[in-house]
């Protein structure tokens, strides 16, 4: 299933000037902001980082935005990427497709390419974007306005992940277990000392 067949099919956001509002130093930006997380931060993926990307990416090219979002990983089903319940206020990303990327020795550029996407998804639900086809559509359009072609955040967003990673559709399903919150997150929108 290629998503960026669906880019014309959105209904319920206004998405046909997107890519005007983005300029070619905006995308530049975007890449290199991605680039430099993954050179800076070496092997450890920088959730907050990621995400603060996330917004700003959302809020350039939708003007829309949601503050008080927190993160948790767990063992999740192989096919499910992450999920945010509606009405709640976390992520819950899966761990296990996080760790098959790295065992496969992945570039974190890639890794961090993959968090980006799938939390732009999973932000997108939390703007009430609840229909999974218009999520989908969404962050493939997105994603196909801040990155080239061929920037791995371009690729994955524009694409079925698991077309991407097809050794993905393998890693062992877990079923919810294991949760460990992520500290620090979103703290862009934290103007107060906890």
């Known amino acids: 299933m290629q998503f960026i067949s669906r880019l014309d099919a959105l209904t319920d956001w206004k998405v046909a000037g997107l890519g005007s509002r983005i300029g070619g130093n905006q995308r530049e930006n975007f890449s290199t902001e991605l680039v430099k997380l993954s050179s800076t931060r070496g092997e450890v993926t920088d959730y907050n980082s990621i995400f603060s990307l996330v917004r700003k990416a ?24 992450a999920f945010w319940e509606v009405g709640g206020n976390y992520i819950v990303m899966n761990r ?81 277990e294991n949760l460990r919150i992520i500290g620090n997150f979103d703290s862009d929108s934290v103007s107060y000392i906890m």
Do not use: M
């Open 58 to 81: 959302v809020k350039s090219t939708l003007n829309k935005e949601r503050v008080g979002l927190g993160l948790a990983l767990a063992d999740l089903p192989s096919q499910l990427g």
């Open 96 to 176: 296990n497709l996080l760790d098959a990327l790295k065992f496969a020795h992945r570039p974190i550029d890639e890794i961090n390419s993959f968090v980006f996407v799938i939390l732009l998804h999973e932000y997108l639900h939390s703007l009430g974007v609840l229909d999974e086809y218009n999520a989908r559509a969404l962050t493939a359009k997105i994603c196909a306005t801040l990155f080239e072609e061929g920037h791995p955040a371009y690729e994955i967003g524009t694409k079925d992940p698991w077309q991407v990673y097809p050794f993905l559709t393998q890693v062992p399903s877990g079923r919810g």
